[in-house]
């Protein structure tokens, strides 16, 4: 099976769908046309509108499908049906598949968890498990998109953060009922941008309630903002001569990977503090965060000319003395803050079929777009079209997925239903305060108040009789 992962923190801001469509299809070159294509979204829109979630999400979502349509259209691929939309808060996943594989998703289980203030989502982590019929058996096939605490000196704070995300993301199965509806009612026209479940036929139970992160027999991708930075401390004036420019030679200072080598991810992996079990493509890309204003507004004045041409690397600036240049933030070190993991393949399933392994066929990052200080990243990748056999007894090595690093918190839903109360009081309240249309609704409401209270006091006047 192809697959397509992109994660990418879209800074608040209404994505450019052309230009996020033809840049994917630029760096997508020379790649398999992917079977199922997952969206790991941050920051998808500005807080009120996301901790609202519904109809306020709705025109920052279209953008992402119309990118989707445009992407088939330009890679002479079949199109896609809208699987799934979730969010918890400001994280979205959106999940696509062909619409001839359509009918091989046999059931779909979501879960969120916020890990950001008071557990809300400003920070958190949504998951979707599919269960892909491969002729009578079922593949199961897990994506979790998240966001981690940011700023250099929080590694501890991110390492936290995943282990809450283990313990309080929890797989319920889509409710089969809403499903079938949603099939009724769309049976007769076919369309991409769909945001709710969308399956034919029957919907099976899933096959364990109530399950993490990590299960036996499915594959596992993590992907999203994790925040992980090259260094714990703010970057003083002189460390910016050290930034990362453009540079051929490995062997160069300035080279990226320079800075490779001091990544917190790399380092927490391998200590086994995060993302436990995951592992990660070579990085051959320059750090996705964080790219100056300065970056940003030349790469809105390219844009145009971009959409119209082939796509080029806007992160590319040539300056007086016709030099390349990165334009990075002077308060922030240069950091690979968006990534894509994956767990291997199990001991148990590679013994039994040693050609069963999952193949990379490319990871990198996209061009800077203007309305983010992120690069977006990409994997595209295939993954054995068989499911994962259970474990047998003689497994000795140990696996995440047999032995997962904490177990799951059993308050967990509880604890989403009070983070969501406050959520829709911080959005509410957000939105009434912050936003022209929510402040035209407060006046208009507070005007109306006063209008009302005068005829109860005309009415309460005495009649004067002449």
Known sequence: MQNLIVTYNCGRELLKPE??????????????????????????????????????????????????????????????????TRNVGMTVLMAFIRQDLLGNVRWMETGGVGVGVHEMGNKGAVGLRLGYAVEDA?????????????????????NE????IVRGLVFTPVDKKAVQAAIAARRSVVRN????????????????????????????????????????????????????QPALDKANSSHYSKLLKSDQLAVELK??????????????????????????????????????????????????????????AKHRWPSWCDRILY????????????????????????????????????LSLSIPLRPIPPPHDEVTDRDWRLDPPFSIDPQWRQRRRIARSKEIVVGLSTYLSLTWEGRGLLIALLIGALGGWAVIISMLQPAVRL
């Open 271 to 328: 200590a086994q503090n995060t993302a436990h079990g995951l592992t990660e493509a070579a990085v051959d890309f320059p750090p996705t965060y964080k790219y100056s204003d300065a970056a940003r507004e030349i790469a809105a004045t390219n844009e145009e000319d971009m959409v119209a041409s082939a796509p080029r690397d806007t992160t590319l600036f040539e300056s007086a003395g016709q030099v390349r240049k990165w334009l990075w």
């Open 161 to 164: 953060d995943w282990k809450n």
């Open 193 to 244: 941008s769909e945001d709710e479940p969308l399956l034919p036929g029957s919907v099976d139970n899933a096959s364990t309630p109530n399950s993490g992160i990590y299960s036996p027999v499915s594959h596992l991708f993590l992907a999203g903002d994790l925040n992980y930075r090259t260094s714990s401390s703010k970057p003083t004036p002189a460390d910016f001569s050290q930034y990362p």
């Open 19 to 84: 230009l996020f469509a033809q840049s994917l299809a630029t760096k997508l070159q020379g790649c398999p046309n992917p079977d199922v294509i997952v969206f790991a979204l941050q920051e998808i829109a500005p807080i009120a509108y996301a901790f609202l979630g519904g109809s306020f999400l709705v025109p920052y979502l279209d953008r992402i499908r119309y990118a989707v349509n445009l992407l088939a259209k330009t890679r002479g691929e079949a199109p896609y049906i809208g699987l799934i």
């Open 138 to 158: 079922t593949m199961e096939i897990t994506f979790v998109a998240a966001h981690l605490a940011p700023m250099e000196w929080a590694l501890e704070r991110r």
């Open 343 to 378: 767990l291997d393949i199990p001991s148990w399933m590679s013994s039994q079929d040693p050609n069963a392994r999952i193949c990379i066929h490319k990871y990198t990052a996209l061009p800077l777009m203007s309305t983010s200080d992120h690069r977006p990243v990409l």
